[in-house]
């Protein structure tokens, strides 16, 4: 992990700060929500995807860095841009491992890309907080109900399988790196979160204050459509390709246990690397009997936050404008600066 004195370094010789980020969906909203918090804004961007990213003029950049591939970034032109980077989804793919060492602020601790990117750490993480999680089975022969076989690294729902046997597991599955999951039947919903030390208002926590900006739920093909085929008696397996997100609120009652679980993943933060700071999100499956399963937490901005760049029916408890997460986090950089402070929040 890059040290930290070497970013409040970088961060000291900056007169000011501009917003930067590879262009992909959050871009969009990181991009218009600095514009309406006043702060400049820098895209990185392949050649060939450029006309896409300006042909939106309120999401659009200020300015583009055109790259040949997103492997390398400029980060030498960025640093003298004085750049402070926000990673999301697609940033974190691209940067893979090389993320903890790369050679520029980033906002949030970078840490937390660290524990979300290794799926035993994150999982250890949420169970530590106090958290619900699906049961882990060791081994094959420990199969006695449906699991979810999961491989290394994000992708995107795809390849997962799901077996209910170890002679079903040992059919299917020719891979040497795999979780098994127990495979919950609910619904899901994605709480997304923004803690910050700054805030005044928000839900309590021990190190600042929780904000809940908005909830969705992902459409993943074809598990969300597989009634068709049923009702038409094919057999076909699930698959959790994401497609795209949905707005969802939660009903009354389930609202206390997502504060508890926000509160409990972020205070958890603090104790295991210094703590998350900014936007993060939780996976989770509700069960018909309102028990809730969390089985992923990404400690960013998340996609599904791009159906709501005008603010949520959360979001707007707590703010009079419409508080999309990319204007939350220009704004928490914002008070940062004023306050001398950046460095708590990036890294
Ligand atoms: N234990 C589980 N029980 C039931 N469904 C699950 C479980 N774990 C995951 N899923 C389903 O599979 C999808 C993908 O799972 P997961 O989020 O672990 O994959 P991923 O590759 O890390 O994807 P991403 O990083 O894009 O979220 C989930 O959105 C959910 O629909
Ligand atoms: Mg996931």
């Known amino acids: 992990m890059l040290n930290r004195g070497k970013v409040e370094e970088i961060l000291s010789d900056y007169k000011g700060f501009k917003i930067a980020t590879i262009c992909s969906h ?3 909203q990181i991009f218009k929500g600095a514009r309406e918090e006043g702060i400049k804004t820098i895209g990185i961007v ?3 995807r450029r006309k896409v990213y300006e042909s939106f003029p309120l999401g659009r950049p200020d300015e583009f860095i055109e790259v040949d591939s997103y492997e390398k970034l400029p980060y030498e032109e960025l640093v003298e841009k004085e750049a402070i980077i926000i990673p999301h989804g697609s940033f974190v793919e691209y940067a893979g491992k090389k993320f903890d060492e790369l050679p520029v602020p980033i906002y949030g601790n970078r840490a937390s890309i660290n524990w979300e990117r290794n799926r035993e750490k994150m999982l250890s993480w949420i169970r530590k907080a106090g958290v619900k999680t699906p049961t882990l089975m060791k081994t ?9 076989v999961k491989f290394p690294g994000a992708r995107g729902g795809r390849g997962y399988t799901i077996v209910k046997s170890k002679e079903e597991f040992d059919k299917r599955v020719k891979e040497k790196e795999y979780i098994l999951q127990e495979f919950i039947i609910g619904v899901r919903a994605y709480p997304h979160y923004f803690f ?6 928000g839900y309590k926590t021990e190190h600042g204050c929780l904000e809940l900006l908005g909830v969705d739920r992902r459409v993943e093909s074809s598990a969300d459509e597989i009634a068709r085929a049923h009702s038409i008696g094919m057999a076909r397996d ?3 390709t994401v497609i795209g997100n949905e707005s969802m609120v939660l009903r009354e009652s389930l609202l206390t246990e997502y504060m508890e679980i926000g509160k409990k993943i972020s205070e958890k933060s603090f104790e295991l690397f210094g703590g998350l700071t ?7 499956i ?7 399963f969390a089985f992923e937490v990404s400690a960013r901005i998340v996609a599904g936050t791009n159906i709501y760049p005008e603010g949520s029916p959360y979001s707007c408890y ?5 508080m999309s997460v990319g204007r939350r986090i220009a704004r928490e950089l914002k008070t940062a600066a004023k306050k001398k402070k950046l460095t708590k929040i990036v890294y």
Request: net charge negative.
């Open 196 to 201: 910050s030390a700054f805030n005044n208002h």
């Open 140 to 148: 094959p022969d420990d199969i006695d109900r449906p699991v979810m």
């Open 318 to 322: 707590y703010y009079h404008e419409p």
């Open 286 to 292: 509700i069960t018909e009997d309102l028990e809730i």
């Open 26 to 28: 959050s871009s969009l």
């Open 238 to 240: 699930m698959a959790f």
């Open 278 to 284: 900014g936007p993060f999100c939780v996976e989770t």
């Open 46 to 48: 392949q050649k060939d």
